[in-house]
């Protein structure tokens, strides 16, 4: 799960920056697009189709995504991607987020009992 977050993050980068082809950036956009896009090309109901696209045809598209970038901006983002994925602010915002989550549910359970 770790390396799926880098990647994407690396895949961020790549797409955010200047220097990457304009095509390199259309595709990382589609696979992105496709990844976060509630429709899939096989209906996740129809058995073991459903689930093929998401198992296979994305990890495709990520790891030809990173092949085509060039291996100096790949270290680049890949370093990028490390400072970003141990920034302890995101981990400080998750906490926030939980007790946010925790507070809503108290409050929503208070009010039932009430």
């Known amino acids: 799960m ?3 977050k880098a990647e994407l993050y690396i895949l961020y980068y790549a797409y955010k920056d200047p220097r990457v082809f304009w ?11 496709y990844a976060l896009s509630p429709i899939d090309l096989i209906p996740d109901f129809i058995p073991i189709l459903g689930y093929l696209d998401d198992f296979l ?3 495709i ?8 970038i060039p291996d100096n901006l790949y270290q ?15 981990r400080f915002g998750g906490l926030l987020v939980i007790i946010a989550w925790t ?10 009992l009430r």
Do not use: H, Q, T
């Open 103 to 112: 507070l809503v549910i108290l409050l929503v359970i208070f009010m039932m």
């Open 23 to 33: 095509y390199l950036k259309l595709f990382i956009l589609l696979i992105l697009g």
């Open 2 to 4: 770790k390396d799926l």
């Open 61 to 68: 598209g990520i790891i030809l995504a990173i092949k085509l």
């Open 76 to 90: 680049e983002f890949k370093k990028d991607a490390e400072i970003s994925m141990d920034n302890r602010f995101s």
């Open 57 to 59: 045809l994305l990890p």
